[in-house]
Nanobody, 115 residues
Framework: QAQFVESGGGLVQPGGSLRLTCKVS????????MSWYRQAPGRQRELVAT????????RYENFAKGRFTISRNNAQNSVFLEMKSLKPEDTAIYYC????????WGPGTQVTVSS
């Protein structure tokens, strides 16, 4: 059964940076599109970024372009999200999962951007 454990969130000031880590277990993520999602209070969960398998590139939602970088380490079965120039509107719980047919959501990691 797929399991996702996210970490690396925290409280950061506007303009700051964070690096999120997702440890995947229960399946080999290397052959899948893997994504980061986020859910802000009172809002639906939304897609943030996707990394394709076999070095076929990355995809970003408009709000993440130029500020966020998604990557993966196949040997560690892990996915990362580097976030820079953070804004208060980036405050949310961040999750990782498959891009297509995501399930078994992990606990996520809280990111709070506030002065």
């Amino acid at each position: 059964q797929a399991q996702f454990v996210e970490s690396g969130g925290g409280l950061v000031q506007p303009g700051g940076s964070l690096r999120l880590t997702c440890k995947v277990s229960g399946f080999t993520s290397t052959i899948y599109h893997m994504s980061w999602y986020r859910q802000a209070p009172g809002r639906q969960r939304e897609l943030v970024a996707t990394v394709l398998p076999r070095d076929h590139g990355t995809r970003y939602e408009n709000f993440a372009k130029g500020r966020f970088t998604i990557s993966r380490n196949n040997a560690q079965n892990s996915v990362f999200l580097e976030m820079k120039s953070l804004k208060p509107e980036d405050t949310a719980i961040y999750y990782c999962n498959r891009r297509w047919e995501p399930n078994n959501w992990g606990p996520g990691t809280q990111v709070t951007v506030s002065s």
